[in-house]
């Protein structure tokens, strides 16, 4: 049963500082991995999809990578701001319709 | 910009009452899908949907139904209110195979 892992769990760093979040996830066999981002009481905000065949993708000052071997993807953020400051969530897609949660890294950004 | 809307923001309700949640999206999506988010326990998925009038049952189904009459809309439905229903429910759409864009989500809270 594929089960999906955020460490860590909460994270605080300074304003302009770059960060990486984990997410790693037990079966390789997985279609694509997707990050989100959701602010507190609001619904998910989808950053960046990973199909199955590729390594990375990039969107302004975010970068996923994604190494299906070792069951491992990260979430870069370039020179982070106050507004980064929310949860994010990585979900992998196994062979049905169904995302694959983890808990979340809670991200705080100090001005 | 794909657009998933929820009727409610913010929901009360009785004990035994009858609770319906409506999600609607603008982009021909096929894939609908309902969560609950709990604090500790992560999204989780009561059911979804594949197509008009198809609905398979996700991982915490007891207590709820689904209606997809129209391609667009995906309803859940609560037959009685139980305070342990008392969540944030959210609702996501997506072309198979892709990423999952979420509406903004239904605080419900059952007395």
């Known amino acids: 049963k594929q089960e999906v892992t955020q460490i860590p769990a909460a994270l605080s760093v300074p304003e302009g500082e770059n960060l990486v979040l984990n997410c790693s996830f037990t079966?390789?066999?997985?279609?694509?991995l997707q990050w989100f981002r959701q602010d507190p009481g609001k619904g998910l905000t989808s950053l960046l999809l990973i199909q199955s065949s590729q390594r990375e993708q990039t969107s302004g000052r975010l970068n996923a990578s994604l190494d299906k071997s070792s069951g491992r993807s990260t979430l870069y953020i370039a020179a982070s701001q106050p507004g980064d400051s929310a949860t994010y969530l990585c979900a992998v897609r196994g062979s049905n319709y169904q995302l694959i949660w983890g808990a979340g890294t809670k991200l705080i950004i100090k001005p | 910009d794909v657009k998933v809307t929820q009727s409610s923001r913010y929901l009360v309700k009785r004990t035994g009452e009858k609770v319906f949640l409506e999600c609607v999206q603008d982009?021909?999506?096929?894939?609908m899908f309902w969560y609950r988010q709990d604090p500790g326990l992560g999204l989780r998925l009561i059911y979804f949907s594949y197509d008009v009038k198809m609905k398979e049952k996700g991982d915490i189904p007891e207590g709820y139904s689904v209606s997809r009459e129209k391609k667009e809309r995906f309803s859940l439905i609560l037959e009685s209110a139980s305070t342990n229903q008392t969540s944030m429910y959210l609702c996501?759409?997506?072309?198979?195979?892709?990423?999952?864009?979420f509406g903004p989500g239904t605080r419900l809270t059952v007395t």
């Open positions: 079966d390789s066999a997985i279609y694509n």
């Open positions: 996501a759409s997506s072309l198979i195979a892709y990423e999952q864009y």
């Open positions: 982009m021909d999506h096929e894939n």
